[in-house]
Nanobody, 122 residues
Framework: VQLQAFGGGLVQPGGSLRLSCAAS????????MYWVRQAPGNEREFVAA????????YYAHSVKGRFTISRDNVKNTVDLQMNSLKPEDTAVYYCAAKIFHPSTSQENYDYWGQGTEVTVSS
């Protein structure tokens, strides 16, 4: 099983970044996919989720309207388009998978990627 996130970097406030996560080794098209982030000194927090088909998406209040999660079940990838970035979006972003059924608890996620760092600063 592998979840490899990439696309992070340094961006100015108001800018955009697109994160991608490539998945392999498990039933991707029957997995809910998540983006979770952890800022320095903080606990991990939920950012966004997407259901099997991509027809259902869910966002944390802090990113709703600015971030968009999407998936490609042919390429086995899940993306996070981040617009209007703020300094408080600075964090390591992780993708995660939950087989078959969603969960509101990160402890129940089945697989995690290694994270990609996003820094929003002028």
């Amino acid at each position: 099983v592998q979840l490899q996130a990439f696309g992070g970097g340094l961006v100015q406030p108001g800018g955009s970044l697109r994160l991608s996560c490539a998945a392999s080794g498990f039933t991707f098209n029957r997995s809910w996919m998540y983006w979770v982030r952890q800022a320095p000194g903080n606990e991990r927090e939920f950012v966004a989720a997407i259901n099997w088909s991509g027809g259902g998406t869910y966002y944390a209040h802090s990113v709703k309207g600015r971030f968009t999660i999407s998936r490609d079940n042919v390429k086995n990838t899940v993306d996070l388009q981040m617009n209007s970035l703020k300094p408080e979006d600075t964090a390591v972003y992780y993708c995660a998978a939950k087989i078959f059924h969603p969960s509101t608890s990160q402890e129940n996620y089945d697989y995690w990627g290694q994270g990609t760092e996003v820094t929003v600063s002028s």
